[in-house]
């Protein structure tokens, strides 16, 4: 039996859309071991499918498949603290979850490079899927085949604060609202930011990131789906925030906030509750440099 511990993420981080993510300390965990059957429970009451079309078990037995071992069946159990379909990297820690233990239990025969392309490969898109495995900030190329990515330690002690809404909003959809092409202008405000966002973070230029977060490939139109979101950013930077953008594909607003800045949280928690907004969370978390793991943690 494996036990596994696999990070939520952060992808885009405003500018860097499908090439940058980031770990983040909000863990899922997932049990699993070699059974006769498909045998998927959850300790914590999340709906979650327990037949075949799980996607733990669903990558698990692909991976079996793939690296040529007999698949009889799996027992799966879950702790799903990420919510789903938020845009906190749910459904990529279940593709880690199912690849990283399916690799353990069959004698590791997967390196760390395939499983990151196996992992984009079934996502569709790196940037969720390698910090989920990696830890750290990731910056990933999807070549269509396989991932060019470099992980990078962030040693900081900044804190994402995240506003999570309390709706999903599937990444598909969130990807259909978006220009099919940009302008060469669009293109060079976005890719400057984005290296912008990485070289910032990494060597404390935080007073930057305010600016490498503005993005004009998938914001603009993404936020129009989620009530509220610019009086949320309004907010954040009134309060001292750093920088806010739009989690990976949303509806999480993420906040990057100094440690220093010790009544932020509540602060946002005072102004969602004025508008209306007393069902939304508000969550902080920090960069995980490990990446998924195999823990005894309970
Ligand atoms: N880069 C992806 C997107 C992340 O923004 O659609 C969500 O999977």
Redesign the pocket.
Known sequence: MVRLKIPATS??LGAG??ALGLALDYFNYVEMEECEGCIITSSDNTPIPTDETNLIYHTAKTVFDICGKPFYGLRIGQTNNIPMAR?LGSSSACIIGGLVGANHLMGEPLTLDEMVDLSAQI?G?P??TAPALLGGIVTAVFDGKSVHWVKQEVFTTLKFIAIIPDFELK?EK??ECLPKEVSHKDAVFNLSRAALFSASLLTGKYENLRSAVCDRL?QPYRLELIPHARDIFDTAYVNGAYACYLS??GPCLMTVVDANNRFFGGKMRFALDNMGLDTWQVKEMHIDNKGTRITDEE
Do not use: C, I, M, Q
Request: proline content about 0%.
């Open positions: 992808a885009n859309f499908d845009g996502e898109h940037d969720n990444t969130a990807r998938h990976g594909a």
